[in-house]
């Protein structure tokens, strides 16, 4: 899909409108909602409210050359923010798709038109476009796809560039969706390393790839224990982004979970879902898209990302329960659980991140299913050794309309995490085990300022939205790629 922004309507298939709930604003084009007194009329009928994403098609309006003009509702004027044209646009979008509309106005009234609004629609826009039927043999593009979104709006050509960032921030997020959605067949370590290379050059990142005999050389025990069971060998990408004139030393480091697929090892998964255990890499195809969108927003701090992948398979040579790992901090691991396998390879990966330099450490991983029990499936778990760096994240997070939520660190925690026969074991117990996770990364990120999110339960969606299609979210980023714009007040 193209998106672009003009200051005037141009004929497309189909123009839009925002109206607000009866006592607001009546429209975001104030001119269109006086023709023939037609939004009177369907606030009448009963068939448009204004509701949030609720929307009503008229077909050949008179005065206007679209064929179709789509009614979409704002909900309540006051509370109007960049999440909720993000979805309008996506809902938009999807609302259209196989009744042949190819282009697509979206008219906004002036004070709707800022860098921020302007941005959102475009992400909304691509993200809705976006649909994981990459391996049906009949995907029926071609009917299905939208190939034009415009942003119309006066002096809307002021915030061409706005739009040109939600573009680029919106291919990055479905960047990581196609990874997500490939099957594990398909992606494999290797490829996964293959793919985040052929990134690399096309956008001028630097990229190194550590494969066995590098891990082993430094002692990566943790991330090289869960790896052993499965043919497919395990990596270790490190994508490098510099700015020209960087602002100071800070270097920000992104940490991606890369389990491309997770059996749980000898502590083997059930059967009942286990085929969406190729979303386990959903932390590293985060970090790797978010590194595509850095790569062309041009940041001015150096900006690092680090992805341990390997496949957790079940084989003769498969780590055992109880088998104990030294990892690359040096510290010893007792593996109660060969199914907590994320937080060991991260451990590895952050302990490698520091020794390079990290100044800052940002990871998200599937890690937990006990975090859809804390949060369910609407925000991000956030965990920190650090609340300044947290704090900036929130604040991104928010830009960029992913919803993330503190979850607590307290001393008491680290008590569930205790082993007779090494320093620490991989899992906690029943209890807090979102957090005793988090807390076993921690003894690995100590003193670096850390924050790790857990995006086992927003990573992926079982049911379409509206506005997003079935399948992986793409979630974590739009807060990376903010947070290392903001930080360099590239924003």
């Excluded at 085990?433 to 100590?446: C, N, Q, S, V, Y």
Aim: aromatic share 6%.
């Amino acid at each position: 899909m193209k998106v672009s922004i003009a200051n005037e309507l141009t004929e497309v298939d189909a123009l839009a409108v925002i109206c607000f709930e009866a006592g607001d604003q009546a429209t975001s084009d104030p001119e269109l909602a006086r023709q023939d007194g037609w939004l009177a009329e369907l606030r009448a009928s009963g068939e448009f409210t204004g509701k949030l994403y609720e929307a009503v098609t008229l077909y050949r309006p008179q005065g206007i050359s679209a064929k179709r003009l789509i009614v979409i509702g704002g909900g309540k004027q006051g509370t109007f923010s960049p999440v909720e044209l993000r979805r309008i646009a996506g809902v938009l979008v999807r609302s259209v798709r196989g009744k042949g509309v190819k282009s697509i106005a979206l008219s906004l009234d002036q004070k709707y038109v800022s860098s921020g609004l302007t941005a959102a629609a475009a992400e909304g826009a691509l993200l809705a476009n976006w649909e994981p039927d990459r391996y049906k043999s009949e995907p029926k593009k071609n009917e299905m796809r939208v190939d034009f979104f415009t942003v119309v709006g006066e002096n809307a050509a002021a915030t061409a560039e706005a739009l040109d960032k939600g573009r680029i921030i919106a291919e990055g997020q479905n960047f990581a969706r196609d990874l997500v959605n490939e099957p594990g067949n398909k992606l494999t370590p290797a490829v996964l390393a293959e793919q985040a290379r052929g990134m690399a050059a096309a956008r001028g990142l630097e990229c190194e790839v550590l494969d066995s005999d590098a891990m082993e050389t430094l002692g990566m025990g943790a991330l090289l224990g869960v790896a052993q069971g499965s043919t497919n060998p395990p990596f270790l990408i490190v994508l490098k982004y510099r700015p020209e004139k960087a602002m100071g030393s800070e270097h920000l480091t992104l940490v991606g979970k890369g389990v491309t697929f997770d059996t749980g090892g000898v502590s083997i998964k059930s059967a009942d879902g286990m085929e969406k255990m190729k979303y386990d890499m959903a932390g590293a195809a985060a970090a790797i898209g978010a590194m595509q969108a850095i790569a062309q927003l041009k940041p001015a701090i150096s900006v690092t990302a680090y992805v341990p992948t390997v496949e957790n398979a079940v084989g003769g040579n498969a780590q055992r329960p109880g088998d104990i790992v030294t990892t690359l901090s040096g510290k010893t691991v007792e593996v109660l659980n060969t199914d907590a396998e994320g937080r060991l390879i991260l451990a590895d990966a952050i302990t490698y991140a520091k020794r390079n330099g990290a100044t800052h450490i940002v990871d998200a991983a599937t890690l937990t299913g006990a975090i859809a029990i804390a949060l369910g499936h609407y925000n991000v778990g956030a965990f920190t050794n650090n609340q300044a760096l947290l704090d900036k994240l929130l604040k991104a997070a928010g830009v960029a309309g992913e919803k993330v939520w503190q979850l607590p660190m307290d001393d008491e925690y680290k008590d569930y995490l205790k082993s007779v026969f090494a320093d620490l074991p991989n899992v906690g117990g029943r209890y807090g085990g979102a957090i005793t996770a988090a807390w076993f990364l921690k003894e690995f990120a100590d003193p670096t300022p850390w924050v790790h999110l857990d995006i086992a339960s927003t990573a992926w969606l079982d049911d379409a939205k509206p506005w997003l299609a079935k399948g992986p979210s793409g979630v974590a980023v739009r807060s990376f790629v903010e947070l290392a714009c903001a930080w360099s007040g590239a924003n």
